[in-house]
């Protein structure tokens, strides 16, 4: 064998990633490299297989796709996807990496037909580890600190999101923003460790008494806020109520300090005037204010367009 085909050989051996090539009906022709089983399993079985042969129908068709987009386009696609071992029949299951996994794909067409085929070269790497991280970074990012909740910032996009909704399919949204009453007496008489601790508690009574697409999160301070997708007034009111008297039957207590709250409520429903959530915060804000100065420990709500406040059965 020649120097030159020897190098070839050898370079083959040693690519990192695994190199597939696949046809447009998804046959595997050939597979190169990728043999360090700290991040790949074994596939070399796969080859005269067909996707649909060793995947699971949804995701052989996800491959399929990307195949055929990628001779379509006639260019270089990236793509990210999950695949665990034990999704491909027939990989050994006392190597290669566990659980599962993320990967990178590389995906170019090639020049030439195989077996009157159109087909690709598709480099898969294993990203897992940084996916990992980035959703370790992104819940990082979207979460307080302190209560586990939401932020604000996520909060804002939440808001912002639903918002474009209730804009474009009309669908109801309600904001709902709460503030605990003389919370500096709180901190005052029990300390700040203390506050600390109503704060989270609050926090973790509130979430698990919600619906699946209400999202609360931590507007700062002793602050916090409620969106409630597909929530009309009159269903707000009766959870903001429901929040406010389970709040002020909330116990808090550490081994030293024993303490109850309470909270004021403002609460808008998002209406065609909002032309924006800036409009939609102030006027729920409006009514937090008047919670306030009604006395605290009380529900506002802005007043709907027409004018009439909605009968209430709390
Ligand atoms: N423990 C603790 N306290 C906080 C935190 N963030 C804000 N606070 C306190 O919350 C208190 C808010 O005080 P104020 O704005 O005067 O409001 P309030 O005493 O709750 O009175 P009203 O809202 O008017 O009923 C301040 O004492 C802040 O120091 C926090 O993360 N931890």
């Given at each position: 064998m020649s120097d030159a085909q020897d190098l070839l050989l050898d370079m083959i051996a040693a690519l990192p990633d695994p190199v597939f090539v696949l046809t447009e009906?998804?046959?595997?022709?050939a597979l190169l490299g990728g043999h360090d089983r700290q991040y790949y399993?074994?596939?070399?079985?796969?080859?005269?297989?067909t996707l649909n042969d060793v995947l699971p129908a949804e995701k052989a068709d996800w491959f399929l796709q990307e195949i055929r987009t990628t001779i379509h386009q006639n260019r270089l696609r990236i793509v990210e996807y999950s695949l665990a071992g034990?999704?491909?029949?027939?990989?050994?299951?006392?190597?290669g990496p566990r659980g599962d996994l993320w990967f990178e794909g590389r995906v170019q067409p090639l020049a030439n037909p195989i077996n009157g085929e159109r087909a690709v070269v598709w480099v898969a790497s294993n990203i897992t580890e940084r996916h990992d991280l980035q959703g370790q970074l992104q819940t990082l990012s979207e979460?307080?600190?302190?209560?586990?909740v939401y932020n604000r910032r996520k909060l804002l996009a939440e808001l912002e999101q639903n918002f474009a909704k209730f804009q474009r399919y009309h669908t109801p949204l309600a904001l709902l923003i709460f503030d605990i009453d003389y919370f500096k007496l709180i901190n005052d008489q029990h300390g700040h460790l203390f506050g600390d601790q109503v704060l989270r508690d609050l926090a973790q009574q509130c979430q698990s008494q919600l619906r699946e697409p209400d999202t609360l999160g931590?507007?700062?301070?002793?602050e916090f806020a409620l969106v409630l997708p597909n929530t009309e007034l009159k269903q707000a009111l009766q959870l903001a109520e429901r929040l406010r008297l389970d709040c002020e039957q909330m116990r808090f207590a550490s081994t030293t300090n024993n303490a109850a709250i309470t909270i004021s409520i403002g609460l808008s429903v998002a209406t065609k005037?909002?032309?924006?959530i800036t409009d939609l915060l102030r006027h729920t804000d409006d009514a937090l204010y008047r919670a306030k100065h009604a006395g605290r420990n009380c529900v506002k709500y802005r007043t709907p367009d027409t004018g009439s406040p909605p009968s209430m059965d709390l």
């Open positions: 009906s998804g046959r595997y022709v399993h074994d596939g070399s079985h796969l080859v005269d297989f034990r999704d491909v029949s027939g990989l050994p299951t006392d190597t979460t307080d600190e302190l209560t586990g931590r507007f700062g301070g002793e005037t909002d032309r924006d």
